[in-house]
Nanobody, 126 residues
Framework: QVQVVESGGGLVQAGGSLRLSCAAS????????MAWFRQAPGQEREFVAA????????DFADSVKGRFTISRDNAKNTVYLQMNSLKPEDTAVYYC???????????????????WGQGTLVTVSQ
């Protein structure tokens, strides 16, 4: 079955850390680049980070640069989003997505992604 499943969300205090996981089916993991988006209540879904299929390239939203990292574990078909120095404004539902063509002009747009997970909630308290 072709799917993408996130996990790892939860409640954390400001300044804390959290690691999200995205397990993908082999078909997706091997052929697509992976990304994380987030959506806060009442706001549009926004790009957070992406990593190429080879793992050799990654991009981040300005709001998370220096605090978040993204990585791939090929043995587990899993992508991770390590979130450090969390802020209350990081509170959102985080979604994992898989896209076919990695380019700096396209990774920011939800329309570029073929597969989406169900989302995992991250809440950062004051």
């Amino acid at each position: 079955q072709v799917q993408v499943v996130e996990s790892g969300g939860g409640l954390v205090q400001a300044g804390g850390s959290l690691r999200l996981s995205c397990a993908a089916s082999r078909q997706i993991y091997s052929n697509y680049y992976m990304a994380w988006f987030r959506q806060a209540p009442g706001q549009e879904r926004e790009f957070v980070a992406a990593v190429s299929a080879s793992g050799g390239r990654s991009d981040f939203a300005d709001s998370v640069k220096g605090r978040f990292t993204i990585s791939r574990d090929n043995a587990k078909n899993t992508v991770y989003l390590q979130m450090n120095s969390l802020k209350p404004e990081d509170t959102a539902v985080y979604y994992c997505a898989a896209g076919r063509t990695y380019s700096s002009g396209r990774i920011y747009y939800t329309s570029n992604y073929a597969y989406w997970g169900q989302g995992t909630l991250v809440t950062v308290s004051q």
